[in-house]
């Protein structure tokens, strides 16, 4: 399966099992003033997983952009990228994890056509102290689904990510964490304020033998380490619990939350772990190795790079977002711009003229807002691309000037005198092998916030 066909069987599976499909929700939610952006298929549907009933019934389906910009500087390793399509079922009260968790199963194992044998999943290994559960009745699911697929289902308690750095998960199929498998608004059951609901989560990892596990993140390999063996999927939450001025009460609407990568979940039917490689990305490599004549393999961090924002900024000019310096529109100008950079890096021009098209055909028949906003997101594009040329020529002639050793306000001249974003530069002296002052960041705030002061004085 390409990722089209993923999401179209995504789709009739549950339209199958009584989901009423959803219309995607913007990029940005303009009644949600508490998040920049729509991170997963769960935000928009909040309230109903509080308690207030929906329209469309208590079984929910749907397909949702999203754009996380807190991984904007993770893109570039093989599996991150700010835009992504999740996946999503939802139960408001219907069923629990005696159908969920099988449903998830059949549709990786026998629609997407994933191996068994190559799947490992993660549980919550409880918290005695707020009398939480360990979660046994979903590792007791998982090891009949192992079993009756041939597959060995060892359990391990890791307990944190840091001692499965330590340790691995030994083989085995299922890992017990701790807060990683905890889920709520506000993190783990200590942090969350009084009347928020939470529960306990199933992650979905896929499993790449043939990758050579990279020591940087621990000794040994484990479902949830970023080491490169294992890529997460998807992650069934069980919104079962109530934070109470005495600790944790059951909710009375017990709640499934599922979200899946479509990307990363089409990856795994390709059996790569490289995400770039499917087919909602691999186009848009393909014409910048046509523009560079250079290849993937030897350029992949600018690929990915400009491949991934490219894509983000089409949706977010789609959205009605333009570049700014503020808000969303900060986040937008600082994907153009990182993508022009690299684009330079590959000594590929006009990424807005030579990559919208490719984006609006790929997405044609699913979003075609793109398309018939084409050349409108083009324009946005390009001036922000031309805008982002003329400063790139006049700051890194400064930054190339600053020196081996390189502080916060230098890079608040930068940012004052050429409007060069804090973090490009830093980037830029990175790559340059020249070093930050290790207070740059909050030399730079302090600068910054002293502008603002006197701006806010003199009106």
Request: glycine letters at 10%; a negative charge; aromatic letters at 8%.
């Amino acid at each position: 399966m390409d990722a089209h066909e993923v999401r179209r069987a995504f789709l009739r599976f549950l339209g199958e099992r009584g989901h009423v499909r959803l219309t995607r929700a913007p990029l940005v939610l303009r009644d949600d003033p508490t998040t920049l952006f729509t991170g997963s298929g769960m935000q928009p549907l909040l309230p109903y997983l509080l308690g207030e009933p929906h329209p469309s019934g208590t079984r929910l389906t749907d397909v949702q952009p999203c754009l996380r910009a807190q991984d904007m500087d993770e893109v570039g390793d093989n599996r991150h990228t700010t835009f992504f399509e999740m996946l999503g079922n939802w139960s408001l009260g219907d069923y629990s994890k005696a159908e969920q968790i099988p449903a998830v199963w059949r549709f990786l194992t026998e629609v997407v056509g994933l191996d068994p044998g190559r799947i490992y999943v993660s549980v919550f290994l409880g918290d005695p102290e707020h009398g939480i559960p360990r979660d046994e009745e979903s590792a007791d699911i998982w090891t009949g689904l192992f079993t009756d697929a041939g597959v060995s289902a060892d359990r391990v308690d890791l307990d944190t990510e840091e001692h499965g750095d330590e340790v691995g998960n030994q083989g085995a199929r299922i890992a017990f964490y701790g807060r990683k498998n905890w889920w709520s608004r506000s993190g783990g059951p200590d942090e969350m304020p009084v009347g928020d609901p939470g529960g306990p989560d199933s992650e979905i990892f896929y499993h790449f033998p043939q990758v050579e596990h990279d020591a940087r993140f621990g000794r040994f390999p484990h479902q949830n380490s970023d080491g490169g063996q294992f890529l997460e999927i998807g992650n069934s939450v069980f919104m079962t619990f109530r934070r109470t001025q005495d600790g944790f009460a059951g909710l009375p609407q017990h709640n499934v939350d599922f979200g899946g990568g479509l990307e990363r979940i089409a990856a795994a039917a390709l059996d790569t772990p490289d995400v770039y490689r499917v087919s909602l990305l691999w186009p848009m490599v393909q014409r910048l190795r046509e523009l560079s004549g250079k290849s993937y393999e030897d350029n992949l961090t600018a690929m990915r790079v400009i491949t991934d924002h490219v894509r983000g900024a089409v949706f977010l000019a789609a959205d009605g977002v333009r570049p700014a310096n503020r808000m969303q529109g900060y986040v937008m100008r600082r994907l153009v711009r990182r993508a022009v950079r690299y684009g330079l890096e590959l000594g590929v021009h006009d990424l807005a003229a030579e990559l919208v098209p490719v984006v609006a055909g790929i997405y044609a028949d699913v979003y075609p807002e793109v398309a018939e906003r084409r050349d409108e997101i083009v324009a946005v594009l390009a001036r922000e691309e031309a805008a982002f040329l003329r400063t790139v020529h006049h700051g890194l002639s400064r930054l190339a000037a600053l020196g081996p050793v390189v502080t916060g306000a230098d890079l608040f001249e930068l940012h004052d005198t050429y409007g060069m974003p804090a973090e490009l530069s830093a980037e830029e002296v990175r790559r340059s092998g020249a070093a930050l002052t290790p207070d740059w960041e909050a030399g730079y705030d302090r600068l910054l916030e002293e502008q603002r002061a006197r701006s806010r004085a003199g009106r």
